[in-house]
């Protein structure tokens, strides 16, 4: 991460980070002035002036001349190595992570050609070797700000690239989120908190044993309507059953085919049997039948009718008498 220390950077710590890089494929990219940094915002391509090799990183400890973190052997273009050679560029500055607490360098991101590091001391690069950190430790001064940026990088879960403008949009955001929250939230703690605590009483309800004199098993309830289904087919068949013996019995039901379109009638709808029985007028004469309808043709009175005839009667409540008239007509 750019910024301006206090960063520690010793053998032991160099050791851990040539590791980390070291087990990366593709080579890191030295560019201009920071652009790696800088496309998002203005829209400028990302031009290499060199790549490195992640296995060519190398720590040089005091007494040597030059002490600190070298790239061997970077791969300058045509371009980057005129602008060096005619010293119109002269400075690398590493973009990297660091620990905030301890100021120990974790990881190398990319690196920038500049003439203004961020790193004071540093030495003038050159085509053989590039200084990626010139000592072991730089800048005592701390940067607050740089320190407050990384931690909102990390609480926001933003890449190490994120430039404060991207900061605060996705601030903005959290600033929304607390006004549009439907308690009386004031900060993001606040939000958080309430979320919180409406998850925990969801998981008590989730984890709550069920009343089982409140609630059945679904498996049950489909027996019982099913049970409940037949009973009331049961029901209204018996009911029907009972009508249409009634009927027989007092002479509103004469004849098997009689029967037979009533039942079927009472099994659809036991009120438009019922309605029809009601009106249907009962032939006293024929009270007498003998089980299985049959009529009694002992009757004098009636002995001249059949049995589909005295249905008729019955069913269109013409008097019999009458009817045996128009029959002899």
């Given amino acids: 991460m750019r910024g301006k220390g206090p960063w520690r950077l010793d053998v032991d710590s ?8 070291s087990q990366r494929q593709n080579d890191i990219v030295v560019d201009y002035e920071h652009q790696s940094l800088l496309t998002a915002q203005n829209g400028q ?11 060519s990183l190398e720590w040089r400890e005091p007494p040597a001349a030059c002490p600190g973190l070298f790239a061997i052997g970077p791969k300058f273009t045509a371009v980057a190595s005129a602008h060096i050679a005619a010293d119109e560029i002269r400075y690398v500055s590493p973009v990297f992570s660091y620990d905030a607490k301890t100021g120990e360098v974790l990881d190398i991101l990319n690196v920038a050609l500049t003439n203004n590091p961020a790193i004071d001391g540093m030495q003038a690069v050159t085509v053989a070797a590039t200084s990626l950190f010139a000592s072991v430790s730089t800048n005592p001064q701390e940067s607050t ?11 926001l879960n933003l890449p190490l690239t994120s430039t404060p403008e991207e ?17 009386a939230a004031t900060s993001l703690l606040d939000v958080l908190s309430g979320k919180n605590a409406e998850i ?9 044993e ?10 049950v309830v489909d027996e019982l309507r099913t049970q409940l289904a ?8 018996d009911k029907v059953g009972q009508l249409i013996e009634a009927g027989k019995k007092d002479g509103r039901i004469i004849g098997a085919k009689a ?6 009638m009472g099994k659809k709808d036991i009120a438009a049997l019922s309605a029809y029985l009601d009106a249907a007028q009962p032939i006293a004469a024929l009270t007498g039948m003998q089980t299985g309808g049959q009529i009694n043709i002992d009757h004098d009175e009636h002995s001249g009718l059949t049995a589909d005839e005295l249905a008729v009667c019955s069913a269109l409540n013409v008097d019999v008498n009458e009817f045996k008239k128009t029959k002899a007509a």
């Fill in 145 to 155: 700000m740089d320190e407050l940026l990384e931690r909102l990088r990390y609480l």
């Fill in 210 to 219: 069920v009343d089982l004199t409140k609630f059945a098993p679904i498996e």
């Fill in 45 to 55: 391509p990302v031009i290499a002036a060199a790549w490195i090799n992640p296995q």
């Fill in 200 to 208: 925990a009483a969801l998981s008590v309800q989730a984890g709550a």
């Fill in 259 to 264: 029967e037979a379109w009533l039942t079927d």
């Fill in 14 to 21: 160099a050791q851990r980070l040539i590791g980390v890089v």
């Fill in 167 to 183: 900061i605060a949009a996705e601030l903005d955001k959290l600033k929304a989120m607390i006004a549009q929250s439907d308690t």
């Fill in 230 to 237: 037949a009973l009331s087919v049961g029901t209204v068949e």
